[in-house]
């Protein structure tokens, strides 16, 4: 069974992009924009307190015609934050987001530190590569080959 750990191994060493409750909504989007990511971690003292996402600009900021360089992040980011941790299946991580329509799953530890981010991306490439593997094995039977 694969977990969300094996899933931050698969896309290897990226940093954690994060940002601060009092950061405005245009320096957050810029610096989303420049990192080329939907999600930005909000951490205050260590600890996450939210996430500010692309829908979040949308319906919060752009829908509700709120100045991005005047607005906090904290005033309209997701405070609820669904989390994983390093051991939950994969399975489970998808079904959060697809029950959830959420795109980042945070996986978090025993002490509630933040130790990656998951995405749909990369739950649908841990699902690729699964069905990849499973594929070789199948032809490796049938061809005798294993």
């Known amino acids: 069974m694969e977990t969300a750990l094996d899933l931050l191994r698969m896309k290897g060493e990226r940093p954690l992009f994060a940002t601060s409750p009092a ?8 610096m989303m924009n420049d990192e080329r990511i939907g999600a930005l971690l909000v951490m205050q003292d260590g600890r996450l307190v939210g996430m500010f996402t692309e829908r ?12 991005p360089a005047f607005t906090p992040v904290r005033d309209v980011m997701t405070e609820h934050v669904v989390c994983c941790t390093p051991g939950t299946a994969v399975e ?40 990849e593997v499973a594929l070789h094995q199948v032809e490796d039977y049938i061809y005798r080959r294993a």
């Open 23 to 30: 950061t405005t909504v245009l320096e957050a989007t810029k």
């Open 92 to 131: 489970e991580v998808s079904d959060l987001m697809r029950c959830r329509r959420i795109r980042h799953v945070p996986v978090v530890d025993g002490d509630g530190g933040v130790v990656g981010l998951v995405s749909i991306g990369d739950v649908n490439a841990g699902r690729f590569t699964s069905c």
């Open 56 to 67: 979040d600009v949308l319906q919060r900021v752009v829908g509700e015609l709120r100045s």
